[in-house]
Structures are given as C-alpha cells and as structure tokens.
C-alpha cells in the first residue's frame, strides 16, 4: 500500500504555492511593461515589413528586376510580417505573455492526464495482461486530467471577456465587416470559431474525459469488493471501447481549438495526430518515470524489469512517431509552398529558430541515442536520462506551438513560464499520490492480473 507522506504533501503545497506566487508576480510584471512593449514591437514589425517591400522596389528601380538575394530578402521580409499578422492586427503579444505561458503548462501537464487515460483504455480495449499490474497506477495520473481541463475552462472564459488576446479570432470586430479589424479569412470560420461554442467544446472535452477517468476509477474499485473470481473487466473494456471513439474525435478538434486556432490564418490536416503523439509520449514518460519510482521502493514487488522494458519500447517508438509527423507536417507545407501556411514555419525559423532546432534534438534524436538498445530499456539511470529529455523537449513543443502567434517577438523564460510549471507540478504530485495511496496498488479480481504478475520476455 503507497503512503503519502507528510514530506510529501508539504512539498506538494510548497511547490503550488510557490508557482501561484511566481505566476501572480509575472502577470502583475507584464501589466507594467504592456505599452512600451507594444510600441517597441509595432515598430519593429512596421520597419522589417517596409524594409523587405523597399529593397524589392529598390532593386527594381535601379536594375529593371531584383536580384536573387534581394528578392529572397524581400520575401524572407514579406513572410516575417504575415507572421506578425498572423500574432494579431495589435500587437498584443506583452499583455499576451503570462496567459500564453499559463496555456503552455495548462497544455503540458494536460497531455500527461489524457496520454496516460488513453492509454489505460488501450489496456482494456486490447485485452493486454502484461499491463494489469500497473493499472492502478495509470489510473492515478488519469485522474489528474480535469485539473488542466478546468485551467482550460479558465482560459476560454477569460479569452471571451477580453482579458487576454491568445486566439487572434476573439478580437473584438474581427469578423465585422465594418470594423478596422475585419478580417475576411478569420470571418469564414465564424461557423466554428465563436465563442459559445468553443466555449462549450471545452467543457464537452471536461465532461468527456474527466468523465471516463472517473468511471475506470469507480468500476475498478468496485471490482476490488466483489467475490473471488468475479470481474468488470468487460464493463470496464465496453466504457474503453466507448472513450477510445470519442477520443479519436475530441483529440482533433481541441488540438484545433486550443493550439491551432492561435494561428487562424494557417492550417495542417496533420496537426490533431501531431499534437495527440506529443501528448502521448510525454504521458508514457512520466508514467515510466514513476513505475520506475515505485519499484525502487518496493510498492511494486510483482513488477519486473520486463514490465519497465515495454515501457521504455512505447517511449521510444512514440518518440520515433512523433518525429515522423513532425517531418511530415513540414515537408508538406514546405514543399506546397502555400502562402495561408509557410507563415507559420517563417515565424519559428525566424526569432524562433535556436528553440527550434534544440526542440527537434531533445525530441529525437536525444531518445533515440539513449534507449536505441534493448539494455538501455532496463536500466533506470537511462529511462530517467531519456525522460529528461523528452519532458524537457516537449515543454519545449508546446512553448514553440503556442508563443511565436501569441506573443511574437515578446517570449521569454521568466516568472510565468517557470512559475505556470511548478504550479501544476505542485497539484500533479498531489493529486497523483492521493490517488495511490485511495487503493491498494494491486487490483484484487483483474482477469489478468495472474498474467501480468508472471510476465517475460
């Protein structure tokens, strides 16, 4: 039986508190420095715009066309300053910063919620026995995934009040025809881009997927009180089946509307399995890093160095997939050279391309020189080691998604980045052995759990 500890909980709390206070002074930072902010970037927008159009002007003015250079200059200019379109038709991007950071973490800490109740579905959908051992441990983090839903909520809330400018198309008169911030493209999206009902979408993915982590908790604690050789197991596999449909739905359309949508202009039909991977293999990560954890303390006894070996193969295969879309996404858009969509990879191999670049290394190839062998696999310094790596590159992916259309030049690692992280650090850790500690680690009638506990390769 888990124990949560007193240390614990106090460096649970401490970890919040401390990430609330950082987060509070970070707002409060960013109200300050809000309007020379923003007339320092609408000059420096205006002046790479006017200089990428005048040295095309120049050229033509005094050799009859451009050079090569000056033309790939003028359209390096010319793309820079979409992507500063696509950030907003004000320069929002100081104001923006704390609630874009606040939505980097809400969106991190989230993938780790959702990854690891989709793969606990997969369990049971799968009929899969060599997980049966660690599913009360999947249900623990599960559970966590409506704290972040409902740091979601407050976002979309605050958003319609005009509290912050994240997502471009809630912009007061961009869809009016009469306003100075008409945009026509963002008003042919009105359809889906409203506020109720993104408003309501957000809380249809709380109720979706809040909801299934309660139910795979409650049957399987019901199972634990029925009589020897009785289960749930296929009650639990129908509510799998169920969640898995839906989730193939909802994990599209809230990557669009949470992440996508930022960037209004720009599009990728890849983008939904792009971020679902990102989230998945952060999940795997942290699960791993925890069985690993519980093994060391003897709360897992009937888990082996096999068990920790499937995991490592799933944190390194999905590592590999997400490359592949990744690949994919910007060998497409970079070979159709469609102008709705270059913008958008303009803009992070412009001011963003060191971030970039080191994203892309952590992802990939960092997990693939630490886990390629079978024997890395089993050996915790090196699952910790690859962990580090992909959590750090994933934070990392969603800071590079969310911050270039959000705040454009105005990002930066500060007290609202790295307070946004501990804060819900804090709650994880919490909530999670909470959950542990509710229910004995070892389901009772799991159809299973014989097969699990007698697992090898």
Do not use: C
Not at 253 to 263: F, H, N
């Amino acid at each position: 039986m888990f124990v949560f500890t007193k240390k614990a909980k106090i460096l649970s709390a401490a970890l919040t508190i401390v990430g609330f206070v950082m987060m509070v002074i970070g707002f409060n930072t960013s109200g300050h420095a809000t309007e020379g902010a923003e007339n320092h970037g609408t000059e420096v927008h205006a002046v790479e715009g006017h200089g990428g159009h005048e040295a095309a002007a120049h050229a033509v003015e005094n050799h009859g066309a451009p050079t090569h250079a000056e033309e790939a200059h003028a359209e390096e200019a010319h793309a820079e300053q979409g992507a500063a379109e696509h950030g907003g038709h004000e320069d929002h991007g100081a104001a923006n910063r704390p609630w874009a950071a606040f939505l980097v973490n809400t969106i991190f800490f989230l993938g780790i919620g959702i990854g690891t109740l989709f793969f606990l579905a997969i369990q049971y959908a799968a009929q899969a026995g060599w997980s049966a051992g660690i599913l009360r441990v999947m249900e623990a983090v599960a559970l966590f995934v409506g704290i972040p839903l409902l740091g979601m909520v407050f976002l979309a809330v605050t958003g319609n009040m005009d509290m912050h400018h994240i997502w471009l198309w809630m912009q007061d008169g961009i869809m009016d025809p009469a306003s100075p911030h008409y945009d026509a493209l963002i008003a042919g999206k009105e359809g889906y881009l409203n506020d109720i009902f993104f408003t309501g979408r957000t809380l249809a993915y709380l109720v979706i997927w809040a909801g299934a982590a309660f139910l795979f908790r409650r049957n399987s604690l019901k199972e634990d009180m029925l009589p020897e050789g009785q289960t749930k197991f296929f009650t639990q596999r129908k509510l799998a089946a169920t969640f898995i449909v839906l989730y193939a739905v909802t994990s599209s359309t809230s990557a669009w509307d949470w992440i996508m949508s930022i960037d209004t202009h720009w599009f990728s039909t890849l983008f939904g399995w792009y971020t679902f991977a990102g989230m998945f293999v952060t999940a795997l990560t942290v699960l791993n890093v925890l069985v690993m954890y519980l093994r060391v303390n003897d709360y897992l006894p009937w888990v082996n160095e096999n068990h920790q070996h499937d995991l490592g193969k799933f944190m390194f295969a999905f590592s590999v997939f997400w490359t592949y879309l990744w690949f994919s996404q910007y060998m497409l858009i970079w070979y159709s050279n469609i102008p709705e969509e270059v913008p958008y990879y303009m803009a992070r191999f412009g001011e963003f391309k060191p971030l970039f670049i080191t994203m892309l290394a952590l992802n990939f190839i960092m997990p693939v020189l630490v886990l390629m062998s079978r024997d890395s696999k089993r050996i915790m310094g090196f699952i910790l080691l690859a962990a580090i790596f992909v959590l750090a590159g994933h934070w990392l992916d969603h800071y590079i998604m969310i911050m270039p259309g959000s705040v454009g030049y105005h990002y930066g690692f500060g007290w609202v980045e790295l307070g946004g992280f501990l804060f819900y650090a804090g709650i994880f850790l919490y909530v999670v052995q909470r959950n542990l500690a509710a229910a004995p680690l070892r389901m009772k009638n799991h159809a299973l759990i014989h097969e699990s506990k007698l697992f090898h390769q």
